[in-house]
């Protein structure tokens, strides 16, 4: 038996590999799915079934792509309801994959599909659950995703009784291989740990201990943030089905002249500039957005920008493939292509370039201690700014900045800010494409401007 967990960082999202004698499946495999294939032909072994264990919100999944290209069946758990040809398991259905088996084990809450799946090793034993979104790392899959078919309530009901009946029964030594960790925007409060054991979460996870139902949905929905808006479109795909990845990737790997790039702008596209916040500071296409790829880069994408616009990029050079592959996860399938020879190419054809101002923490203190007109924005997720934030801040959170944004003076002077620098640079190229002048990023965030304090304070 082997089990390999394929963790992809910028989607905090893991997926899996499962193999005995030479038969494998995949669960919740990511877009680019040859990776599997590859992996199952250099192990000597065919891969057999692909696994959801739920209709994704958070990301694009390769199973459609993968089913086709293996000629492999796609699983889901009961309730699914799917636009395409897919086998949909019973409550309990078993799958033999070489000497090991696989069991369905319906546990709705998350969605009403959810499905978690338990391996008998060789021997008959169980040894882990593949708890997809119902069960993470310190925390459950968020209820509220329900598409209209059940009210939040009626999914906390059905995840507390899968809870109860179907995880917490299960032996302590299981392994659990979740489907996020930490940084995913599926749960609220997802540990930094990549598996664990169900004796561990029973002793761990607030969702998990006795409690009544009352006092679970309070727990489970205390402090639930809204779901992106791309939840709702990336999870549509994946019930309904999408284009085919090669065929972007094909597309959006084309290299655009200066001129092609131009005459491109004006078909509404957006600009996604994937270079480093300090490249990007420096100089920039006017009317880009900065989204680093060092960063969660296809999330805050889908987060901030509109799926059904076209993009163009403009990347690092040798970065060009990372950042049309990345996007692809989240749902960008109209990527018209990149710049060729990038920034440098654009300012030596004398096109419209912009730049932001970037400052350090003790400037942004003394401005803030003498001028009385400067505008602090905190751009940090609420918790963030829940746990301590500048007196003169204004809190924009990044993710609903577009819709407060036009709302504020231009004539104003602005600091903005998050935790580190990088939310903070695309917040700054935000505001530049809007028509604001008067910008100043901080370096460092809000850890910095902190440490700043306790200086001058000394």
């Not at 309990?92 to 959810?114: D, L, N, R, W």
Request: hydrophobic share 35%.
């Amino acid at each position: 038996m082997y089990i390999e967990q394929i963790y992809t960082g910028c989607l905090a999202q893991a997926s899996y590999y499962i193999e005995s004698e030479g038969e494998a499946i995949v669960i919740d495999p990511i877009r680019d799915y040859q990776s599997y294939i590859s992996m199952a032909a250099e192990r000597g072994a065919k891969i057999k079934f692909v696994f959801e264990t739920h209709a994704h919100a958070d990301f694009v999944s390769g199973h459609i792509d993968l089913a086709k290209a293996a000629g492999i069946p796609i699983v889901y758990g009961p309730e699914a309801d799917t636009a395409f040809e897919a086998h949909i398991a019973k409550d309990g259905e078993v799958f033999e994959i070489g000497k090991i088996k696989i069991i369905a084990i319906h546990t709705p809450g998350h969605t009403p599909e959810s499905t978690c799946y338990l391996l008998k090793d060789e021997q008959g034993k169980d040894h882990a659950i593949f708890t997809g979104d119902t069960l993470f790392i310190g925390d459950v899959g968020r209820p509220d995703l329900f598409d209209g078919k059940f009210t939040r309530e009626e999914m906390c009901t059905r995840l507390y009784h899968s809870l109860n009946t179907k995880i917490k029964t299960l032996a302590d030594d299981v392994i659990v291989y979740p489907a996020h960790g930490a940084g995913s925007s599926c749960g609220k409060n997802l540990g930094p740990e990549r598996q664990s054991t169900i004796g561990i979460q029973k002793a761990t996870n607030y969702a998990l201990k006795d409690q009544s139902l009352e006092n679970f949905i309070a727990e489970v929905t205390d402090g639930i943030q809204p779901p992106p808006m791309y939840f709702a479109k990336n999870a549509s795909l994946n019930k309904s089905g999408y284009s085919s990845f090669d065929e972007v990737m094909n597309t959006g790997m084309k290299a655009l002249s200066v001129k092609e790039f131009e005459a491109a702008i004006t078909s509404d596209a957006i600009i996604i500039d994937s270079r480093k916040p300090a490249d990007f500071e420096n100089g920039f296409v006017a009317g880009s957005i900065n989204i680093g790829l060092d960063g969660q880069y296809a999330i805050w994408a889908a987060t901030l920008l509109d799926l059904k616009r076209p993009v163009l990029l403009v990347c690092e050079a040798g970065k060009e493939q990372e950042s049309v592959l990345r996007l692809t996860r989240t749902g960008f399938d109209h990527i018209l292509g990149y710049l060729s020879g990038g920034y440098e190419a654009w300012k030596e054809a004398g096109k419209d370039i912009d730049m932001v101002i970037s400052i350090e923490p003790d400037e942004l203190l003394m401005d803030a201690k003498f001028e009385k007109d400067i505008q602090i924005i905190d751009v940090r997720k609420p918790g963030e700014w829940d746990s301590g934030h500048m007196p003169q801040a204004q809190h924009f959170s990044l993710q609903d900045l577009e819709s407060k944004i036009d709302n504020l003076d231009k004539e104003k002077p602005y600091y903005i800010h998050c935790a580190g620098g990088y939310r903070s640079m695309i917040a700054s190229s935000i505001f530049k494409q809007h028509g604001y002048v008067n910008v100043r990023n901080v370096y460092g965030g809000y850890a910095k401007i902190k440490e700043a304090e306790k200086e001058m304070a000394q």
